[in-house]
């Protein structure tokens, strides 16, 4: 196979990829849960005033830069700038960003595979990394997984063509790509710190030196461009403080150890994931120069994150890669025909979701409750009962309203982010007084609130079953139902509202009915 026909086969590759994403977005309506929404509403506040509203100077974009994110890195939300000014500002239209970031992996797959052994390994490894299931799944979402996994593929095909920071243009290219994943992620060092370090120790000769100083210099500054002045104000310690306080305190358990392998079977797909099985064994036979990089960059994280308390499948989604690297160094000649033949099911299976329908759909998390919900990423059309929330809540008339929702359901932490959007994006003057709590879902959880006098109570049906092991959770949630059982007399049920997910009872306080 030629060049230029490899080229055109990634083309349409990508093309492919596009137009299902394009048919499965239509049919899909499930909004954003909470952080989705939080990058949206992030984004569409840099565009107001980066685009609709454009700053007079260049220390007030330096300033709007910064200051609007102190929690999430801005690299991403940025992102969206481009999708918004072509085809305006709503939730379809944000996806669009991961859209062109799944194209721009897929390329860099192609490169990086090519690097490492030819153009034929870089147009397999880049076809078989793109028929992962979660792959194409979270480029229907808001999450960076993405984008990160497009840096990290960047970053080490630009490690690979420094040789040794022998190369200064790749050097620096390789800084500002470390640089923009680390804006994109914080914790993008777990990924390519090993590798780099690898590379490091090949220095001989003063000119690696001062490229790979050069490196850090550009990186450093990249970074540092967004970091320094949220450390100096404050701000980043401010909203990191309650996150990292809860990031160890989950003790390391059979369960806790064995999600990101259980996430790797539904992530890759069970024809993947025994094929990569398959795979592996002969890929060590065969020493070759990148495979020091290669096993270092797939195992240092894999066990990382395995052994940090705070767990999300999503964290280790940038670990596929690697693995279709593996999966396409393993076959000979003479066995190449039965890999294409597992990449032609791969297509059949990536189709399913377009054409086919599904309970639900979903991502990994922490808990066994989601981690069930990591398969092929089917469309799910949802009943989503917001306006009839929405309405009694407006018919209450009162200066302040607050809503408790008693939950643990992506549908509880879309609710808090929709009513986000109601307040902060439509500037709806009613619900500037509307305070909605999803009391188990974090960060709210780590604040113990009570029910005390709330107009609407928001209740999970089967919420006790759901929460698990989790012993402070489900002490937390005996001490509201108690309370609760205390003061059902005050409190009536108004709806009982089914998403087609789960049902939820929502009561009113009877001095408001």
């Not at 454009?54 to 200051?67: D, G, L, Q």
């Not at 190369?167 to 800084?175: A, E, T």
């Not at 059949?348 to 309970?359: D, E, H, M, N, T």
């Not at 639900?360 to 990591?374: A, K, L, N, P, W």
Request: charged fraction near 20%; hydrophobic fraction near 45%; include cysteine.
């Amino acid at each position: 196979m030629r060049f230029e026909r490899k080229k055109y086969l990634l083309f349409l590759l990508i093309l492919f990829h596009f137009s299902l994403n394009l048919i499965i977005l239509k049919k899909d309506n499930v909004p954003f849960t909470f952080d989705e929404g939080g990058i949206y509403l992030i984004s569409r506040e840099y565009y107001k005033n980066l685009i609709k509203n454009p700053p007079e100077n260049f220390s007030e974009i330096y300033r709007i830069y910064y200051s609007f994110t102190s929690f999430y890195p801005p690299l991403y939300m940025l992102s969206h700038l481009f999708p918004f000014i072509l085809l305006g500002e709503g939730e379809d239209q944000a996806v669009f960003t991961n859209f062109l970031y799944l194209s721009l992996l897929i390329w860099a797959m192609f490169l990086f595979g090519k690097e490492l052994g030819g153009e034929k390994r870089g147009f397999i490894s880049a076809c078989i990394l793109s028929l992962f299931p979660s792959i194409g799944g979270f480029s229907r979402t808001e999450f960076p997984v993405i984008s990160l996994t497009f840096f990290l593929v960047l970053s080490l095909y630009l490690l690979l063509k420094s040789e040794g920071f022998k190369n200064m243009k790749y050097s620096l290219l390789l800084g500002l790509s470390v640089g923009c994943g680390i804006l994109t992620k914080l914790y993008f060092p777990v990924y390519i710190l090993l590798p780099i370090i690898l590379e490091a120790f090949k220095i001989r000769n003063r000119n690696s030196l001062l490229n790979f100083m050069l490196f850090l210099v550009v990186c450093v500054v990249l970074v540092g461009s967004w970091l320094i002045p949220n450390l100096v104000t404050g701000l980043f310690f401010k909203e990191k403080e309650e996150f990292l306080g809860d990031l160890y305190k989950n003790p390391v358990n059979l369960e806790g150890t064995s999600i990101y392998l259980c996430s790797l079977w539904r992530g890759m797909s069970p024809l993947f994931f025994l094929l990569f099985l398959f795979s592996f064994p002969f890929y060590l036979r065969n020493w070759q120069k990148e495979k020091k990089v290669i096993l270092t960059a797939l195992l240092f994280p894999l066990f990382f994150f395995t052994f940090l308390g705070f767990k999300q499948g999503r964290y280790i989604l940038p670990l596929l890669p690697f693995i279709a690297i593996i999966i396409s160094s393993s076959w000979k000649r003479k066995n190449e025909i039965l890999l294409w033949i597992f990449v032609a099911l791969g297509f059949i299976q990536l189709l399913k979701p377009a054409f086919f329908s599904s309970p639900h759909s979903g991502f990994t998390h922490q808990d066994s409750v989601e981690r069930r919900r990591y398969g092929l990423i089917f469309p799910h059309r949802v009943k989503w009962p917001i306006e009839k929330i929405r309405n009694m809540v407006l018919s209450l008339g009162k200066d302040e309203i607050t809503i408790k929702a008693i939950g643990i359901s992506p549908f509880i932490s879309a609710l808090e982010y929709k009513f986000l959007l109601w307040r902060e994006i439509e500037e709806e003057k009613e619900f500037k007084k509307v305070q909605f709590l999803p009391l188990l879902i974090s960060p709210h959880f780590s604040k113990r609130e009570n029910i005390g006098d709330a107009e609407f109570l928001l209740w999970e049906e089967g919420i006790l079953q759901k929460v698990g092991e989790d012993e402070k959770r489900v002490k937390y949630l005996w001490e509201l139902m108690k309370e609760f059982e205390e003061k059902r007399r005050k409190y009536y049920l108004v709806e009982v509202l089914d998403t087609s997910e789960c049902k939820y009872y929502l009561y009113v306080r009877k001095d408001e009915g």
